[in-house]
């Protein structure tokens, strides 16, 4: 037996006698007969095609009809030509060789088979099997030949996808594991074996669960039963490398049944990038990255967690809120790099005066908040835990080879007496924080609610803020934002100013609180809604191009009554396109109750309206929420901007973000953007829009419609930005 594998080629002999038709005796001199058994042979073949029949020198005596639907020549054409001379396959003179060489050996008894190249009726080139039998006499002599050919280029065609479908399964980057019924590998391609670190001869026949964690707990054959089921599955486990590592991974299982018999095929995904990945944006998100103590986020949720226990147990929590005094003037004298340090060394004091089970957590810029796992039940010993915080800052600073002394304020307050909830005793920590401060600090104050109540100048502001909104002295102003990458103006915050007849114009940090405390917050922000509308509306009609109008909602305002139905008034009133305006919402009004959020964002949503997450990156949000969000921005807050020139950390958690937020199909907008090295660095690292006094402070309507309407002015702020680039 000799065998190749192309076309071309004699890939088997067969050296014995053979009857092909079961016929014992032919008397094939008597060319009727012959003629009549030739005729017969293509009815006992249903896939070969016997062309005819040939004297021991190849020549052709007798043409079955049916050659002309093979290679599309008439039977007369053929008849009397030697068989290497037909012009089907006698177009190359390798094929004519192979013909001689064939014919010679079959008349010498030789069953010839090979695989030739052959051109159909239609003139196309086919794969064909080429057979060449002899025929024996009575006395067995070789007395003719019969020529046959079967077409096998389907199959080729088949087997080389086969071979390519082999391939690319072989060499895919995941690993493809086939499983059978028992619970036993089958198949594993190449990058299976490096997954798993076992060679394929290790891997094959080596029970799942000695590498399938899952599979360990849930037995195969459930396993199997849910697969045959439901047809396909996904999930994570973890596999055991051959040595010893564990492997997160994701697993695409898939069921199919073929002739009757279940296949099972793991298509495996090693997901231990994208796990360190959410490890570590987890870790962001719960500890704060100077410090690495507990951020504002987590001290939130084990102060929840410490209420809902001395609930139960009626017993009582302290909470301390320490900040540092005079911190601010340490960060402008020697630096924020120094200001670093001296928050870094007290969070080291904190963390040594407490136990294990205690949490120190920094919740603010200088501030910090301690919670005690063993609360002090009586004042004498919360008085001296206070005593022993404020003895730890008695110690200097050593700074740049410089002694410093800074001290510190503490505000105090209670579980139940002074809050219900986490928010709510940190807010009145605050405010006994605050009160240290203003009778000097290096001491502490208990909250109470007498003792911390509002300074009487804040009646006179309410008075003026009533009266601001009936004498019209608010206004609008528009900061631009603008695209990163270009520099052209994308869009603006709708940002509210208050025009006070006496003190001039007034930021909202200065009256906003108040106006949310009092309920004016809402005649406020329904005023500052519908006038920002109607500003929209009018640079629409000028023509003037502008992507959208960011407008900002209050935490009293989100959670009043029958907003979307107000906001859609507005819409109906000024006839305007929700989707030219963007709501902007802070992380702390939605995380204070996620659900009732949800609820109201969906509704907002339905109006068209985008809505904003501002404030990202403050300690408030969780990413186990924000999936869920409806939102379309996220605006990183300033606090990282002003950091990521000179602090890695803040770079690392801003690029993170925009990581996230781009994952899922959300616009990143950094505001706050002062200086050309904060643009490059957040520009590098993707974020879609900017905004901040490095291109534009807010402008009132009519300087911001100068500058949309100028074509000159947003050309010259384009070339402007790419020239600084």
């Not at 008695?394 to 105090?412: A, K, T, V």
């Not at 006070?500 to 405390?517: R, T, W, Y």
Request: aromatic share 8%; net charge neutral; charged share 25%.
């Amino acid at each position: 037996m000799k065998n190749v594998n192309k076309p071309g080629a004699v890939t088997s002999i067969e050296s014995k006698h053979i009857d092909l038709l079961g016929i014992d005796e032919f008397d094939l001199k008597k060319n009727n007969k012959a003629k009549f058994q030739a005729k017969q042979i293509p009815n006992n073949c249903s896939h070969t095609v016997f062309i005819g029949l040939l004297t021991i020198d190849g020549i052709f005596i007798y043409v079955n009809k049916l050659v002309f639907d093979v290679i599309g020549m008439k039977a007369e054409e053929v008849l009397n030509k030697p068989l290497p001379n037909i012009p089907c396959w006698s177009s190359s003179i390798v094929n004519r060789k192979l013909l001689h060489r064939a014919i010679k050996l079959a008349a010498k008894g030789n069953t010839i088979h090979f695989e030739i190249y052959i051109r159909d009726k239609q003139g196309k080139m086919c794969i064909s099997n080429f057979f060449l039998y002899p025929l024996f006499d009575s006395e067995g002599e070789v007395s003719y030949l019969i020529p046959a050919i079967e077409d096998i280029t389907s199959q080729h065609y088949l087997e080389s996808n086969l071979q390519l479908t082999q391939f690319a399964v072989d060499h895919a980057d995941d690993a493809i594991i086939q499983i059978s019924a028992d619970g036993k590998v089958k198949y594993a391609n190449k990058s299976a074996c490096r997954h798993l670190g076992y060679s394929h001869e290790q891997l094959i026949g080596m029970a799942i669960e000695e590498f399938d964690i899952n599979s360990r707990e849930i037995e195969w054959p459930t396993q199997w039963n849910i697969l045959k089921t439901q047809g396909s599955r996904r999930n994570e486990s973890v596999h055991s490398h051959s040595d010893g590592r564990k492997i997160p991974v994701e697993i695409s299982a898939t069921y199919f049944e073929y002739q009757g018999e279940g296949y099972c095929f793991l298509y495996i995904k090693d997901i231990s990038e994208q796990k360190a990945d959410a490890k570590r944006i987890e870790y962001l998100t719960h500890y704060d990255h100077m410090t690495r103590l507990p951020n504002r986020v987590l001290f939130t949720e084990r102060l929840n967690e410490a209420i809902n226990i001395a609930a139960k147990n009626k017993t009582k929590l302290v909470i301390f809120c320490l900040g540092l005094d005079r911190f601010k003037l340490v960060n402008d004298t020697l630096g924020n790099v120094s200001g670093d340090e001296v928050l870094q060394i007290t969070a080291n004091r904190l963390i040594s005066i407490v136990r294990n089970r205690d949490t120190v957590a920094r919740i603010g810029g200088d501030e910090f908040a301690i919670l005690l796992a063993k609360s002090p039940q009586n004042n004498e010993d919360i008085v001296r835990t206070a005593q022993r915080i404020l003895d730890v800052f008695n110690q200097p600073y050593l700074i740049n080879r410089q002694e410093i002394y800074i001290m510190c304020s503490i505000g105090i307050t209670t579980y139940p007496k002074g809050g219900r909830d986490a928010d709510e005793i940190l807010k009145n920590a605050s405010a006994a924080l605050q009160q240290t401060k203003k009778q000097g600090g290096n001491n502490y104050c208990v909250y109470t609610s007498t003792s911390c109540n509002r300074d009487p100048a804040r009646w006179y502001w309410e008075t003026d803020l009533r009266n601001a909104l009936k004498s019209n002295q608010f206004e609008i102003h528009y900061q631009p934002r603008v695209e990163s990458n270009t520099g052209r103006i994308s869009g603006a915050e709708a940002l509210l100013r208050w025009r006070h007849p006496s003190k001039g114009l007034i930021l909202p940090d200065q009256f906003v609180n108040i106006a949310e405390e009092t309920g004016l917050i809402l005649p406020i922000g329904e005023w500052v809604l519908r006038n920002a509308i109607k500003q929209r509306k009018a640079w629409a009609e000028q023509g003037i191009s502008l992507a959208r109008l960011g407008i900002n909602l209050s935490a009293r305002q989100f959670r009043q009554r029958n907003l979307a139905q107000t906001i859609e008034a507005i819409f109906e009133e000024v006839k305007l396109n929700p989707d030219l305006i963007e709501l902007e919402l802070t992380e702390s009004l939605i995380m204070q109750d996620v659900t009732q959020a949800i609820q109201i964002m969906n509704e907002l949503k339905q109006l068209g309206v985008h809505i904003a997450l501002d404030d990202f990156g403050t300690g408030y949000s969780s990413l186990s929420y924000l999936r869920y969000f409806p939102i379309d921005t996220l605006k990183i807050d300033r606090s990282f901007v002003n950091e990521i020139t000179f602090d890695k950390n803040s770079v690392a958690i801003a690029e993170a973000i925009i990581i996230m937020a781009h994952r899922l199909n959300l616009t990143v907008i950094a505001e706050g953007v002062e200086t050309f090295e904060q643009l490059m660095v957040l520009r590098q690292g993707g974020c879609d829009q900017i905004q901040g006094f490095h291109f534009s402070k807010a402008l009132p309507p009519e300087e911001m419609t100068m500058l949309l309407a100028s074509e000159v002015a947003v050309k010259n702020w384009g070339e402007a930005y790419n020239y600084r680039h």
